[in-house]
Nanobody, 114 residues
Framework: QVQLVESGGGLVQAGGSLRLSCAVS????????MGWYRQAPGKERELVAG???????NYADSVKGRFTISRDNAKNTVYLQMNSLKPEDTAVYYC????????WGQGTQVTVSS
């Protein structure tokens, strides 16, 4: 059974940085597509960034140039480095594992104050 555990969320001032981590157990991490999604109050969950098994990444337009997704296959972990944070980045951030199905983490809160 695949399990995802996110960490690294918190409260930060606008312009600050945070790094989210998502540790994966029970799956074949190295061949899974990994993604970070977020959901703000009253809004639908949206893709923030994704990374394939080969390391190809894609980003939502709203975070391009500010966020970077990366993966460490030796540690079964995917990261989201978030710089120049804005209040509109405030949301619960979820990690997603996709390989013959989809598994979600429990989410981590990111709050950016103005």
């Amino acid at each position: 059974q695949v399990q995802l555990v996110e960490s690294g969320g918190g409260l930060v001032q606008a312009g600050g940085s945070l790094r989210l981590s998502c540790a994966v157990s029970g799956g074949i991490f190295s061949i899974a597509t990994m993604g970070w999604y977020r959901q703000a109050p009253g809004k639908e969950r949206e893709l923030v960034a994704g990374i394939t098994k080969g390391g190809t990444s894609n980003y939502a337009d709203s975070v391009k140039g500010r966020f970077t997704i990366s993966r460490d296959n030796a540690k079964n972990t995917v990261y989201l480095q978030m710089n120049s944070l804005k209040p509109e980045d405030t949301a619960v951030y979820y990690c997603n594992y996709r390989f013959v199905g989809s598994v979600w983490g429990q989410g981590t809160q990111v709050t950016v104050s103005s």
